[in-house]
């Protein structure tokens, strides 16, 4: 597709036009290519002619056809009066036809019918580009609403949201409630130090040969250790189990 | 079903094609007539009462169908290029509030977030040892 070697291919697709040249990457960096080309205002699209310098509704008069309404800004009376002139004009037809079907005056009511109909519907293509300009104004107040009602229940969920963290917080950082104490039908009594008591017992058992006073004292606080007044405490249990594991051993 | 006027369109279309057809139609299925006297046969044409009654209501209907439009004479072309340039400069208001709104959503997001890694960790490190 290249231009200037040998074999030239046929593309289907025409050609960029001539200009495009002009804008090479250099000059582009140069800052010396030429502006972009103004957009047409005269175009064909799928072979019809757009032409946007001129107005969006053609005025009759380029049509040729004589306009019959004075008034433009009373639409609602202007079509009304327009719609009785066509209902009168097809009568003053009727009544040609009736009396003298050949007299020129039929060809003239037949004209002026054809150029009530017309300026109807010249009227109504001139009320479309307001149409269109009113609906979209319409959408504007839709999307307006929307958008205040999103951002209020948006401030809602915020201000929720917030109230939560902060309650949640505030529970983080306040002082829990000490544990309480077990109540009496528990039936676990807790005794403080006697498990460390307990545990040097047991080991000094497996150290050098202990004196008499030391078995003695071992003896004594095994007895009130295992006492059984009242519930039996955690002490009681945990010496029984202790119990059970040297007479299995 | 079109909008209003597409639909007034339409029926000034059917009015037109009417009065065509009413005069068309009578003149080709007429009986023949004698001169100077109207025969009995010509009187009983319901054509033509029906045709006159259609177009009658016809154009009683583009009446009513006019009148009910919501406009309101005067230049309305200003009026509602002003209220247009007003509704812009709302909406972006709202649109800039909307903003607003998102950001300290997302920084609230973002302080929840940190609260629950710093549990996850404290969770994870107050494991028992193994």
Same mark, same amino acid.
């Given at each position: 597709?290249?231009?200037?070697? &040998?074999?030239?291919?046929?593309?289907?697709?025409?050609?960029?036009?001539?200009?495009?040249?002009?804008?090479?990457?250099?000059?582009?960096?140069?800052?010396?290519? /030429?502006?972009?080309? $103004? *957009?047409?205002?005269?175009f064909k699209v799928f072979g019809e002619e757009y032409r946007l310098e001129e107005e969006v509704v053609a005025p009759l008069k380029s049509a040729g056809v004589q306009e019959l309404f004075k008034d433009k800004h009373n639409w609602k009376a202007e079509?009304?009066?327009?719609?009785? #002139?066509? @209902? @009168?004009?097809?009568?003053?037809? =009727?009544?040609?036809?009736?009396?003298? /079907?050949? $007299?020129? *005056?039929?060809?003239?009511?037949?004209?002026?019918?054809?150029?009530?109909?017309?300026?109807?519907?010249?009227?109504?293509?001139?009320?479309?580009?307001?149409?269109?300009?009113? #609906?979209?104004?319409?959408?504007?107040?839709?999307?307006?609403?929307?958008?205040?009602?999103?951002?209020?229940?948006?401030?809602?969920?915020?201000?929720?949201?917030?109230?939560?963290?902060?309650?949640?917080?505030?529970?983080?950082? &306040?002082?829990?409630?000490?544990?309480?104490? /077990?109540?009496?039908?528990?039936?676990?009594?807790?005794?403080?130090? =006697?498990?460390? *008591?307990?545990?040097?017992? $047991?080991?000094?058992? &497996?150290? *050098?040969?202990?004196?008499?006073?030391?078995?003695?004292?071992?003896?004594?606080?095994?007895?009130?250790?295992?006492?059984?007044? &009242?519930?039996?405490?955690?002490?009681?249990?945990?010496?029984?189990?202790? $119990?059970?594991? #040297?007479?299995?051993? | !079903?079109?909008?209003?006027?597409?639909?007034?369109?339409?029926?000034?279309?059917?009015?037109?094609?009417?009065?065509?057809?009413?005069? +068309?139609?009578?003149?080709?299925?007429?009986?023949?007539?004698?001169? +100077?006297?109207?025969?009995?046969?010509?009187?009983?044409?319901? %054509?033509?009462?029906?045709?006159?009654?259609?177009?009658?209501?016809?154009?009683?209907?583009?009446?009513?169908?006019?009148?009910?439009?919501?406009?309101?004479?005067? %230049? !309305?072309?200003?009026?509602?290029?002003?209220?247009?340039?007003? %509704?812009?400069?709302?909406?972006?208001?709202?649109?800039?509030?909307?903003?607003?709104?998102?950001?300290?959503?997302?920084?609230?997001v973002k302080v929840v977030q940190n609260k629950l890694t710093e549990i996850s960790h404290v969770q994870m490190s107050s494991r028992p040892n193994e």
């Amino acid at each position: 597709m290249l231009p200037g070697f &040998g074999t030239q291919t046929v593309s289907p697709f025409p050609n960029p036009p001539e200009y495009a040249l002009a804008y090479t990457s250099d000059r582009i960096d140069n800052g010396s290519a /030429p502006a972009p080309p $103004h *957009a047409f205002t005269e175009f064909k699209v799928f072979g019809e002619e757009y032409r946007l310098e001129e107005e969006v509704v053609a005025p009759l008069k380029s049509a040729g056809v004589q306009e019959l309404f004075k008034d433009k800004h009373n639409w609602k009376a202007e079509m009304k009066k327009l719609n009785r #002139s066509a @209902v @009168v004009a097809f009568f003053d037809l =009727v009544e040609i036809l009736i009396r003298c /079907p050949d $007299h020129p *005056a039929r060809e003239d009511k037949m004209n002026d019918l054809h150029t009530i109909f017309i300026n109807m519907h010249h009227l109504i293509n001139e009320f479309r580009p307001v149409q269109a300009r009113e #609906s979209v104004r319409v959408l504007q107040d839709r999307q307006i609403a929307e958008l205040t009602d999103i951002c209020d229940t948006f401030k809602q969920y915020l201000e929720e949201g917030k109230e939560v963290i902060d309650d949640q917080f505030k529970l983080v950082s &306040g002082k829990l409630t000490p544990p309480p104490l /077990p109540s009496e039908l528990s039936k676990v009594k807790l005794q403080e130090g =006697v498990l460390h *008591a307990l545990i040097e017992a $047991h080991k000094e058992s &497996g150290d *050098a040969e202990m004196s008499e006073a030391e078995e003695a004292r071992k003896r004594n606080l095994m007895e009130s250790l295992t006492r059984e007044d &009242g519930p039996p405490s955690v002490m009681n249990l945990l010496t029984r189990q202790l $119990h059970d594991i #040297s007479l299995m051993k | !079903m079109a909008d209003r006027m597409t639909q007034l369109q339409d029926m000034i279309n059917e009015m037109a094609s009417l009065m065509t057809n009413a005069i +068309g139609v009578l003149q080709a299925t007429a009986p023949p007539c004698e001169f +100077g006297a109207i025969s009995q046969e010509l009187e009983d044409e319901p %054509n033509c009462a029906i045709f006159a009654s259609s177009i009658a209501k016809a154009a009683k209907n583009i009446e009513i169908l006019i009148d009910s439009f919501p406009i309101d004479s005067g %230049n !309305m072309e200003d009026q509602l290029e002003e209220k247009m340039l007003e %509704n812009d400069v709302e909406q972006r208001k709202k649109v800039d509030e909307l903003l607003d709104l998102v950001s300290e959503s997302n920084t609230l997001v973002k302080v929840v977030q940190n609260k629950l890694t710093e549990i996850s960790h404290v969770q994870m490190s107050s494991r028992p040892n193994e």
